[in-house]
């Protein structure tokens, strides 16, 4: 399994970008999909999952601003992030899970940043 995203960039305060992360392989339609992000000096931590299902979960610090959806069809998940904020500024790396499985990806990684 492979995992491409991109969309990142350059916004400023108050703006809008939309991520996307594209998967090879045939479980993604069983994967609960996620995006992570990763400020310079700080841990990785979770913004959004989605299911198999579409049933979405979000981080505190971005519901209501971000949403996570997903394209079984195209294999690939999206991101939208609204009302982005200096804060929200990391690096966005997507991930797939199949937990019955065991299996785990990650994708390499866009840069988001929101400076004026």
């Known amino acids: 399994v492979q995992l491409q995203a991109s969309g990142g960039g350059l916004v400023q305060p108050g703006g809008s970008l939309r991520l996307s992360c594209a998967a090879s392989g045939s479980i993604f339609r069983r994967a609960l999909m996620g995006w992570y992000r990763q400020a310079p000096g700080k841990e990785r931590d979770l913004v959004a999952t989605?299911?198999?299902?579409?049933?979405?979960n979000y981080a505190d610090f971005v519901k209501g601003r971000f949403t996570i959806s997903r394209d079984n069809a195209e294999e690939t998940v999206f991101l939208q992030m609204n009302s982005l904020q200096p804060e929200d500024t990391a690096i966005y790396y997507c991930?797939?899970?199949?937990?019955?499985?065991?299996?785990?990806?990650w994708g390499q990684g866009t840069q988001v940043t929101v400076s004026s």
């Open positions: 989605i299911n198999s299902g579409g049933a979405a």
């Open positions: 991930n797939l899970r199949v937990p019955l499985l065991g299996y785990e990806y």
